[in-house]
């Protein structure tokens, strides 16, 4: 099997034992060489952003000193819930290897697939969550970003 | 003006003034009260996932020693990017009130509006992304977790 993948594997383990949270685990591999790998620590940490590929995006990106992974690659134990897909987006991370998918995840009660389906709604759709105040105030700020010529892009 | 929007329009700019990162703030509030604020940190600590929700967040479940934040809500100055909205959704955090919406932040040149586009794809449909490994050890993980006797669900 993948080298890479059975530390994922191992690191999933070792959380699912210390009963740190789910039996996910991640790594992130970069030149050939694993440089960031972590667990689901939701429950040990009391972090409800403690995913296993989180904690590696995290790890990776502070030892590049760096929030650009884009000449990274990550291993992950299960498909990324959208949290961690999106986090793997931002960090610009070009290639995803993944062993079980968000269904086979639900199956063993985790709300992946559920929060999948609710992201694909519209604000107007899901009005009993989202309630929008002062507009213009907000993007009043979104205007001085616009407007400072001293930002940078990312 | 909303009393708890107004601070998070303050941590904003002044993450904004500081060159952390884009114009973001949240604040998250229980019972009436502000327990937690964050700015846009991701220029200044290097972390992809240090967007403003996602501060919050963290700080509000370090500070109650609970992931659950079911009873608390969060003010954004911005609609959440699909990373922050899932983090919200693990959170189960009930009530989002936020200012300036997705459509708006992509034309100050951010890129939640492409991802929420991405993340409704299935990973079949991002072939160039998405590759299956290595599934039945994988698939043996969730299985050792489901016959977990003393597994706390969260």
Redesign the interface.
């Known amino acids: 099997?993948?080298d890479f993948?059975?530390v994922a594997?191992d690191e999933?383990?070792e959380g699912?034992n210390h009963?740190h949270?789910?039996?996910f685990g991640a790594v992130i591999v970069k030149d050939g060489e694993i440089i960031a790998k972590s667990h689901n620590r939701?429950?040990h940490?009391?972090?409800?952003?403690a995913h296993a590929e989180?904690g590696a995006?995290?790890q990776a990106?502070?030892i590049?000193?760096?929030?650009?992974?884009s000449d990274c690659e990550i291993?992950t134990?299960?498909?990324p819930?959208?949290?961690?897909?999106?986090?793997i987006?931002?960090?610009?991370i070009?290639?995803?290897?993944?062993?079980?998918?968000k269904d086979?995840?639900a199956?063993?009660?985790f709300?992946d697939s559920h929060?999948?389906e609710?992201?694909?709604k519209d604000?107007e759709e899901l009005s009993?969550?989202?309630?929008?105040?002062?507009?213009e105030?907000?993007?009043e700020?979104?205007n001085?970003?616009?407007s400072?010529t001293?930002?940078?892009?990312?």
Chains 1, 2 share one sequence.
Not at 45 to 49: A, E, F, L, R
Not at 64 to 69: A, V
Not at 89 to 92: D, E, G, L
């Open positions: 099997m993948n993948m059975q594997i999933a383990r699912m009963n949270g789910g039996p939701v429950l940490t009391h972090d409800p952003t989180i995006i995290r990106s502070s590049l000193e760096n929030f650009d992974l291993y134990t299960s498909q819930c959208p949290m961690c897909l999106a986090a987006y931002w960090a610009r070009k290639k995803i290897y993944f062993g079980t998918d086979e995840v199956e063993i009660g709300d929060f999948y609710l992201i694909k604000t009993n969550l989202f309630v929008k105040v002062d507009w105030k907000c993007l700020l979104l001085e970003w616009n400072k001293d930002k940078q892009m990312y």
